[in-house]
T-cell receptor, first 117, second 110 residues
């Protein structure tokens, strides 16, 4: 199946700083990528849909000025958590739509653990 | 009504038993359905997809789809402790429109 890579796998940052997480589709072009956040023992929460060459679409309640998404190419989307605070500590996961055996299929990156201290 | 519903569990089954995970969806326009497995602290991984009514088997996994009842299930035969995870159901309504359920936690007891 298609491969989606996320980097970094984990990051620790100081409160008030910004952190960038990259999501790459390694063997296919992804016009659409998704960003999720997941707190321990909770469900995936869709944060935003990232479309190549256009502004991301954010879910209700997600601050677009705090979670900056850039999808500058068909293989790369980035999520920047700006002015991070301890409550932003979470597991961030990206996914991309790739061509699977059934047609369009969602493939997930490995996820990125963010800890804000 | 949520678009994709799953019992949150936990569903506990003894090792070697059949685990049955269920999912209902509201959009009759859904075209295909996916089951993902998510281990604690890891991202989801695709197990199976199904788009035709009936059963689809892959190893110990069988996906069942009933579009008339808007119901899709995943059966895991000979359950192993390593199958303990959260199982996510998702449907695809075309284009970039994927909707995930909240997931069911499965615990296979040795």
């Amino acid at each position: 199946g298609a491969v989606v890579s996320q980097h970094p796998s984990w990051v620790i940052c100081k409160s008030g700083t910004s952190v960038k997480i990259e999501c790459r589709s390694l063997d296919f072009q992804a016009t659409t990528m998704f960003w999720y956040r997941q707190f321990p023992k909770q469900s995936l929460m869709l944060m935003a849909t990232s479309n190549e060459g256009s502004k991301a679409t954010y879910e209700q309640g997600v601050e677009k000025d705090k979670f900056l998404i850039n999808h500058a190419s068909l293989t790369l989307s980035t999520l920047t958590v700006t002015s991070a605070h301890p409550e932003d500590s979470s597991f961030y996961i990206c996914s991309a739509i790739g061509r699977g055996l059934s047609g369009n299929t969602i493939y997930f990156g490995e996820g990125s653990w963010l800890t804000v201290v | 009504q949520k678009e994709v519903e799953q019992n949150s569990g936990p569903l506990s089954v003894p090792e070697g038993a059949i685990a049955s995970l269920n999912c209902t969806y509201s959009d009759r326009g859904s075209q295909s359905f996916f089951w993902y497995r998510q281990y604690s602290g890891k991202s989801p991984e695709l197990i199976m997809f199904i788009y035709s009514n009936g059963d689809k088997e892959d190893g110990r996994f069988t996906a069942q789809l009933n579009k008339a009842s808007q119901y899709v299930s995943l059966l895991i035969r000979d359950s192993q402790p390593s199958d303990s995870a959260t199982y996510l159901c998702a449907n695809h309504r075309g284009g970039q429109n994927f909707v995930f359920g909240p997931g069911t936690r499965l615990s296979v007891l040795p």
